[in-house]
């Protein structure tokens, strides 16, 4: 079989953008020396799975050490005496486990393999979970636990649950129960800290904030094919935009400066764009050599199966097993027909978003970011750091995450969705590679210089590795 992944971004040449967003210094070239009028010696980040540095489906020390805040914050020590940022570190070589690449061949797909992590204390297992067993591991508890880390991020923390006690206490990992390890482990043993309270106490010292979160709210609910997660609705609206607001409320309390990011859209994720409709079945066709369709399960698997269509995404994970021989009934008879390339044997609704499903899901999202948009500018009266749009907020959309799913090149190294090879995205389709990083890192930077009229450095993305394993 051919690369599916091979004609994902291919296009009439790259998209050069000469930028400090995504351009480092070239070797002995002069750069002005940073400067920063503001104060940002306690510089507190706060958000969920990708200010934590969750990489390939788990955290790791090294991850951890390429996490956007602590690059930022690298780069504004250049500019400023004084500054010191804290991360909750797992020991050296240790983490939660994570997915790790054994190849990548030129034909066919990623193979990988699960590392299990050497942080794990104990398991708690809920058999009844939607997709089946799910396991929490419990993780070593963080060597700040006796005061809080200035990265915030938590990954798999939902804004619904930022008043919620019990949320790091290891008394409430239970099956079924709502409980966050991640979380725990920033935490003295048996603490009820709601995370709000948490995110008070940090900013309570805090001279400068980042603030990015509300993504992992939406991602279980992408990641199984619109069957768990928070379901899209209103109600989840807003909590999402009630419960940022207490979240900013504090970080902006005197006035304190910082930076807001607007989520990126979930059709830039290679999670659902690797397998976009209609361009994933003309890559199917070519693979095979054939002219077959694919075909998705009716939702809730009533009625005949339908055609695919571009506003459809199988998911990314699902992609290896599409057009493999699986046992079916037909009639009263077993047949081996292709998954998803026949009538008869169609793709699971679970293993697909389909159009109404990103539909629900992108409003949630896109009302989220106008929220977001309104209390940068009309009330906390952030500075304007995108003066075409004149918008108080980060738009990694506009100025990253789009960029990179048409393919980039920085300084000569081409970034893409592609997972690892891309350079941007982690083997999981979803959270960052060092390097993907170290480009949102430095659209902060290039924000914080706009907004705040700063000198700030970039970070050399192409001298950072390509996976934090």
Request: charged share 15%; net charge neutral; aromatic share 8%.
């Amino acid at each position: 079989m051919q690369n599916l992944y091979s004609n994902l971004w291919s296009r009439a040449g790259f998209v050069a953008v000469a930028s400090l967003l995504l351009n480092a210094c070239a070797p002995g070239q002069d750069a002005p020396t940073p400067t920063t009028s503001v104060n940002v010696s306690r510089y507190l980040a706060v958000g969920d799975s990708y200010t934590a540095g969750y990489s390939a489906g788990g955290l790791t020390r090294a991850s951890q050490e390429y996490s956007y805040p602590r690059l930022i914050a690298l780069q504004l020590q250049d500019a400023t005496n004084n500054i010191s940022f804290t991360q909750p570190l797992l020991e050296a070589g240790s983490g939660s486990g994570y997915i790790n690449l054994l190849s990548f061949p030129a034909v066919g797909f990623p193979r990988t393999r699960l590392v299990p992590g050497q942080s794990v204390r104990r398991t708690v297992i809920t058999p009844t979970a939607c997709g089946g067993p799910d396991t929490v591991r419990l993780l070593t508890r963080s060597a700040t636990a006796a005061s809080l880390p200035q990265n915030l991020g938590v990954p798999g923390l939902f804004l619904s649950q930022i008043e919620t006690a019990g949320l790091g206490n290891e008394a409430t990992a239970t099956p079924g129960a709502t409980f966050n390890p991640y979380f725990e482990r920033l935490l003295p043993a048996a603490s009820n800290t709601t995370y709000l309270q948490a995110v008070t106490d940090a900013a309570a010292t805090a001279t400068f904030f980042t603030f990015f979160q509300g993504l992992d709210n939406l991602m279980p609910y992408v990641r199984s094919g619109g069957d768990c997660g928070p379901l899209p609705n209103t109600t989840l609206t807003n909590q999402m935009r009630q419960n940022a607001k207490k979240i900013l409320d504090r970080l902006t309390a005197g006035g304190r400066p910082g930076i807001i990011a607007r989520l990126p859209s979930l059709a830039t994720l290679p999670i659902l764009r690797l397998g976009k409709g209609l361009a994933f079945q003309a890559r199917l066709r070519t693979a095979f050599g054939d002219t077959a369709s694919v075909y998705i399960e009716s939702p809730l698997g009533f009625g005949p199966a339908q055609l695919i269509t571009d506003e459809d995404y199988v998911l990314a994970n699902v992609l290896p097993r599409v057009g493999q021989l699986t046992a079916v009934m037909v009639g009263t008879t077993q047949r081996m027909l292709p998954y998803g390339r026949d009538i008869r044997n169609p793709l699971r609704d679970a293993d697909v978003i389909d159009k109404d499903e990103l539909s629900r899901v992108s409003s949630v999202l896109n009302s989220y970011n106008t929220e977001l948009d309104r209390l940068a500018s009309q009330v906390y009266n952030l500075p304007v750091i995108n003066p075409a749009t004149k918008q108080s907020t980060l738009d990694l959309d506009l100025v990253l995450f789009n960029q990179v799913a048409d393919a980039i090149s920085v300084a000569g190294v081409v970034y893409s969705s592609e997972p690892v090879r891309g350079n941007f995205f982690s083997l999981d389709n979803y959270s960052l590679t060092p390097r993907g990083n170290g480009l949102v890192a430095n659209a902060f930077i290039s924000a914080f210089n706009k907004g705040y009229r700063a000198n700030v450095s970039a970070v050399d993305v192409n001298n950072l590795p390509t996976t934090a394993q």
